[in-house]
């Protein structure tokens, strides 16, 4: 556990997360129940999710709010197809992390009072990730990066977002950065295509193999691409060849998200090699 101080707001007030995933919900869910995190998963449009964490390692654990979302997303996005960005608030700071892939996450802050605290060309690598508009939205990004008296933290985020909806992303009312958790839960729940997220009981993950979905297909507790080709198994390897790092520099830093995301490596990982191993393609 940290030995850094939760960042908590004024007045008792709590700091708060999103993630948002350019994919469908089935496709992020079954990575997402590896964080061993309650969470609820909703779309945010077309071609986003948005997973609403119920905050334990920094309401409770102590953990500071911005890594343990970098480090999440990081896991989240490791051998997926699809980008996560982690938008993320407390009462000194907010700012975001956009992981994809084996890439390094990349991210920006601002201080409560909206002073950019970030480098300008995270922005310009942000933007050429998510392949957003080289003109008319690296414009709008850059805008986040100079100073202005009447822009607060929370206000740089909407910012943000507000050139995501060219992206597709669509955020309900009321699930938006700055609001409190509690809010951010219940516009959640509220949605009807909502549904929770939760660490799966092992026994369950094993009655969930080929045998257990239509066509041979792995059930929904295994997370793609356990399909059980070399192709399957070489990412595994990777996937474990990464968590041991992350997961050294973890301890090493006392840091509770970075410890979770190679932990997720290593069980995403060792899962689905042992998986295609006992379950070959024919």
Same mark, same amino acid.
């Given at each position: 556990?940290?030995?850094?101080?939760?960042?908590?707001?004024? *007045?008792?007030?709590? /700091?708060?997360?999103?993630?948002?995933?350019?994919?469908?919900?089935?496709?992020?869910? /079954? #990575?997402?129940?590896?964080?061993?995190?309650?969470?609820?998963?909703?779309?945010?449009?077309?071609?986003?999710?948005?997973?609403?964490?119920?905050?334990? /390692?920094?309401?409770?654990? %102590?953990?500071?709010?911005?890594?343990?979302?970098?480090?999440?997303?990081?896991?989240?996005?490791?051998? *997926?197809?699809?980008?996560?960005?982690?938008?993320?608030?407390?009462?000194?700071?907010?700012?975001?992390?956009?992981?994809?892939?084996?890439?390094?996450?990349?991210?920006?802050?601002?201080?409560?009072?909206?002073?950019?605290?970030?480098?300008?060309?995270?922005?310009?690598?942000? *933007?050429?990730?998510?392949?957003?508009?080289?003109?008319?939205?690296?414009?709008?990004?850059?805008?986040?990066?100079?100073?202005?008296?009447?822009?607060?933290?929370?206000?740089?985020?909407?910012?943000?977002?507000?050139?995501?909806?060219?992206?597709?992303?669509?955020?309900?009312?009321?699930?938006?950065?700055?609001?409190?958790?509690?809010?951010?839960?219940?516009?959640?729940?509220?949605?009807?295509?909502?549904?929770?997220?939760?660490?799966?009981?092992?026994?369950?993950?094993?009655?969930?193999?080929?045998? #257990?979905?239509?066509?041979?297909?792995?059930?929904?507790?295994?997370?793609?691409?356990?399909? %059980?080709?070399?192709?399957?198994?070489?990412?595994?390897?990777?996937?474990?060849?990464?968590?041991?790092?992350?997961?050294?520099?973890?301890?090493?830093?006392?840091?509770?998200?970075?410890?979770?995301?190679?932990?997720?490596?290593?069980?995403?990982?060792?899962?689905?090699?042992?998986?295609?191993?006992?379950?070959?393609?024919?």
């Amino acid at each position: 556990m940290s030995t850094e101080p939760a960042r908590t707001g004024p *007045a008792g007030a709590a /700091p708060g997360a999103l993630l948002l995933c350019r994919a469908a919900p089935e496709s992020v869910a /079954p #990575a997402a129940r590896l964080l061993r995190e309650r969470m609820l998963l909703a779309r945010a449009g077309d071609d986003w999710c948005a997973l609403v964490p119920e905050g334990k /390692p920094w309401l409770h654990g %102590g953990e500071p709010v911005d890594q343990v979302l970098t480090g999440w997303a990081a896991a989240l996005a490791v051998g *997926a197809s699809w980008p996560v960005l982690a938008l993320w608030w407390d009462a000194d700071h907010a700012g975001f992390t956009l992981a994809s892939g084996f890439r390094r996450p990349v991210g920006y802050v601002w201080l409560a009072n909206g002073t950019p605290a970030g480098e300008d060309e995270a922005m310009r690598t942000f *933007a050429a990730r998510l392949g957003l508009d080289p003109v008319l939205d690296v414009q709008s990004l850059d805008e986040l990066t100079k100073p202005d008296a009447e822009a607060d933290a929370r206000a740089r985020l909407h910012g943000l977002l507000a050139v995501l909806t060219r992206a597709g992303v669509s955020l309900s009312a009321g699930l938006t950065p700055g609001e409190p958790p509690e809010l951010l839960r219940e516009t959640a729940l509220g949605r009807p295509d909502a549904h929770a997220v939760e660490w799966p009981d092992p026994g369950e993950v094993l009655r969930t193999g080929p045998g #257990a979905a239509a066509g041979g297909r792995p059930g929904p507790y295994v997370p793609w691409p356990w399909t %059980g080709g070399p192709q399957a198994r070489t990412l595994a390897l990777a996937q474990m060849a990464a968590g041991i790092p992350v997961t050294v520099w973890g301890l090493r830093r006392r840091s509770g998200g970075w410890i979770t995301a190679g932990a997720l490596l290593l069980a995403h990982g060792a899962l689905g090699f042992f998986y295609g191993l006992a379950h070959p393609l024919d």
